[in-house]
Antibody
Framework: QLLLQEPGPRLVKPSETLSLTCTVSDSSIIISNYYWGWIRQTPGKGLQFIANIQDGGSTFHNPSLKSRVTISVDTSKKQFSLSLTSVTASDAAVYYC???????????????WGQGIQVTVSS | QSALTQPAYVSGSPGQSITISCSGTISDIGYYNYVSWFQQYPGKAPKLIIYDVFNRPSGVSNRFSGSKSGNTASLTVSGLQAEDEADYFCSSYSSRSLYVFGSGTRVTVL
């Protein structure tokens, strides 16, 4: 069973950069049919797609976050990472990593999801 | 604010069927057949239960079914069981925002 693992809760100061990494439990990170990415969830705004990436480097970004987001993949470590710059209180959320199946440029499936990381933004 | 609108609460008795609606626009649900549904228990990650409007991933109960009409997608849970008590979210490809989620529906089994 594929597992996606993220480290524990994170505390980030306002204006700083949030960096998160997700580890894939098997070698499917190199399968070109799969993309790997991030989704966040807050009680107020609900679920929000952030970005995803394929092992070859192809990416898709949420237009509203694109200017602050960098997503990368390291297949040798079976990991992919998210960097979100200039964080504010509105970036506080549970961040999930997940596997995506794309149909051309469209997200068809998001499965499975990691267990989630609680990110707090506070000075 | 979520782009797709769902009822906040739906309830039903064991054995009954319930339907959760997910209302969008011509820019998402109305034009594309890429609607998904997720089940989420408190404190847990969402789990995919329907994709591409009506397809079920392997291992998902056939009591869950999806459909679409116009700008509205629907999830039906048949033979409601106590274990179905959870939050349910819809999602869709969007030509405006790439990918959007629904506001979520809390299902209560009476």
């Amino acid at each position: 069973q594929l597992l996606l693992q993220e480290p524990g809760p994170r505390l980030v100061k306002p204006s700083e950069t949030l960096s998160l990494t997700c580890t894939v439990s098997d070698s499917s990170i190199i399968i070109s049919n799969y993309y790997w990415g991030w989704i966040r969830q807050t009680p107020g705004k609900g679920l929000q797609f952030i970005a995803n990436i394929q092992d070859g480097g192809s990416t898709f970004h949420n237009p509203s976050l694109k200017s602050r987001v960098t997503i990368s993949v390291d297949t040798s470590k079976k990991q992919f990472s998210l960097s979100l710059t200039s964080v504010t209180a509105s970036d506080a959320a549970v961040y999930y990593c997940a596997r995506f199946i794309m149909r051309s440029v469209v997200i068809s499936q998001i499965d499975p999801w990691g267990q989630g990381i609680q990110v707090t933004v506070s000075s | 604010q979520s782009a797709l609108t769902q009822p906040a609460y739906v309830s039903g008795s064991p054995g009954q069927s319930i339907t959760i609606s997910c209302s969008g626009t011509i820019s998402d649900i109305g034009y594309y057949n890429y609607v998904s549904w997720f089940q989420q228990y408190p404190g847990k990650a969402p789990k995919l239960i329907i994709y591409d409007v009506f397809n079920r991933p392997s291992g998902v109960s056939n009591r869950f079914s999806g459909s679409k009409s116009g700008n509205t997608a629907s999830l039906t849970v048949s033979g409601l069981q106590a274990e179905d008590e959870a939050d349910y979210f819809c999602s869709s490809y969007s030509s405006r925002s790439l990918y959007v989620f629904g506001s979520g529906t809390r299902v209560t089994v009476l």
